[in-house]
């Protein structure tokens, strides 16, 4: 997957509602086997679709996309040996202010920089219901960019959601209990009834006497919407979807996605980091592949490497390269 072919599958991913990195080679120093413009997908787990450089880069850039993801904020990332970095001429010997510096270690001795961007998902909606204010929500939430559908109860499932979609069940007497029951069943960001508050205590009283878990009951918040008083149903809505803003911008309803891996040594008998620090030249290496072409044990703790060059040079005087590290 090269050029557009991987903006195809990012436009793809996020018709899909998936949350990923695109990554951009925006400069370059050669010798190295990237172009300017070079791209790739970086999933959430760390799965990378296009060309962003060699095996040096590829484990720090996914390394810093996954961190990209879960903050939501870009990165601009400057890739190259640690004698590079202070003397990258193009800034007057001086790196930009914002710019990420990861140090790599290749013998090509080239250099890269890399523009990380995070492309998540918009917020997802899902109103259950046939009444004139489910439709009403539903068209305001797709007026501000939102992905959102309106279903009756017997269409709708726990499949349309996950857990970070947001459910209002407005369907007003018509299948209550049960489209309730399937999307508390989904654990979604979000799950408000709209009812009076004396309605909504008897229904969630009613299926907790089915056995519905009180813990998913706890988490529905009935009446849904900021409290304005008697309103019409559009307002009811804009009641509505202005809870559902205000909470999303406290932080209140789940959006990210889990933090990544850190990176570590292991011990000789126990399971391997995803990732690791090579303790020669300090780049951020992928544990599952090589085998001991790119490992090394010293004193029961299995250590990590870019290379075979790292490797012997670590083995042939390891305390040398662990005293910075322990």
Same mark, same amino acid.
């Given at each position: 997957?090269?050029?557009?072919?991987?903006?195809?599958?990012?436009?793809e991913? /996020?018709?899909?509602?998936?949350?990923?990195a695109?990554?951009?080679v925006?400069?370059?120093?050669?010798?190295s086997?990237s172009?300017l413009?070079?791209?790739?997908?970086?999933t #959430?787990?760390?799965?990378?679709?296009?060309?962003?450089?060699?095996?040096? =880069? /590829?484990?720090?850039?996914?390394?810093?996309?996954?961190?990209?993801i879960?903050?939501?904020?870009?990165?601009?990332?400057?890739?190259?040996?640690?004698?590079?970095?202070?003397?990258a001429?193009?800034?007057?010997?001086?790196?930009?202010?914002?710019m %990420?510096v990861?140090?790599i270690?290749?013998?090509?001795?080239?250099?890269? /920089?890399?523009?990380?961007?995070?492309?998540?998902p918009?917020?997802?909606?899902?109103?259950?219901?046939?009444?004139?204010?489910a439709?009403?929500?539903?068209?305001? =939430?797709?007026?501000?960019?939102?992905?959102?559908?309106?279903?009756?109860?017997?269409?709708?499932?726990?499949?349309?959601v996950?857990?970070?979609?947001m459910?209002?069940?407005?369907t007003?007497?018509?299948?209550? /209990?049960?489209?309730?029951?399937?999307a508390?069943? =989904?654990?979604?960001?979000?799950?408000g009834?709209?009812?009076?508050r004396?309605?909504?205590?008897?229904?969630?009283?009613y299926?907790?006497?089915?056995?519905?878990p009180?813990?998913?009951?706890?988490?529905?918040r009935?009446p849904?919407?900021?409290?304005?008083?008697?309103?019409?149903?559009?307002?009811?809505a804009?009641a509505v979807?202005?809870?559902?803003?205000?909470?999303?911008a406290?932080?209140?309803?789940?959006?990210?996605?889990?933090?990544?891996?850190?990176?570590a040594?292991?011990?000789?008998?126990?399971s391997?980091?995803?990732?690791?620090?090579?303790?020669?030249?300090?780049? #951020?290496?992928? %544990?599952?592949?090589?085998?001991?072409?790119?490992?090394? %044990?010293?004193?029961?703790? %299995?250590?990590?490497?870019?290379?075979?060059?790292?490797?012997?040079?670590?083995?042939?005087e390891?305390d040398?390269?662990?005293?910075?590290?322990?």
């Open positions: 997957m090269y050029g557009w072919q991987v903006m195809e599958r990012a436009a991913l /996020e018709r899909r509602g998936e949350a990923f695109l990554a951009t925006v400069w370059r120093q050669g010798p086997s172009q413009g070079s791209r790739a997908i970086i #959430t787990s760390g799965e990378l679709l296009g060309w962003i450089g060699g095996a040096c =880069a /590829e484990p720090s850039v996914i390394r810093q996309a996954k961190q990209v879960t903050d939501g904020q870009p990165r601009l990332l400057l890739l190259g040996t640690p004698d590079q970095l202070p003397s001429a193009r800034y007057g010997g001086s790196l930009p202010e914002g %990420t990861v140090p270690s290749c013998q090509s001795e080239g250099a890269l /920089e890399v523009y990380v961007e995070p492309v998540l918009v917020p997802h909606l899902v109103v259950v219901g046939r009444s004139p204010m439709q009403t929500l539903a068209d305001l =939430a797709l007026a501000i960019g939102w992905r959102a559908k309106r279903l009756d109860w017997s269409e709708f499932s726990a499949g349309d996950d857990e970070r979609s459910v209002v069940v407005a007003q007497g018509h299948g209550d /209990e049960e489209a309730v029951e399937r508390a069943a =989904a654990q979604p960001g979000y799950l009834l709209v009812a009076s004396r309605r909504g205590e008897s229904l969630l009283g299926l907790a006497e089915r056995g519905v009180q813990e998913q009951l706890d988490r529905v009935v849904a919407g900021l409290d304005l008083g008697h309103t019409s149903h559009v307002e009811i804009v979807l202005a809870e559902l803003v205000q909470l999303r406290a932080g209140e309803i789940a959006t990210t996605v889990s933090q990544p891996v850190k990176a040594a292991s011990s000789a008998g126990g391997a980091p995803e990732e690791a620090i090579d303790p020669v030249c300090g780049m #951020t290496v992928a %544990t599952g592949t090589d085998g001991p072409i790119r490992s090394a %044990t010293h004193k029961d703790v %299995t250590y990590y490497f870019c290379s075979a060059g790292c490797r012997q040079r670590f083995e042939s390891p040398s390269y662990l005293i910075s590290t322990e």
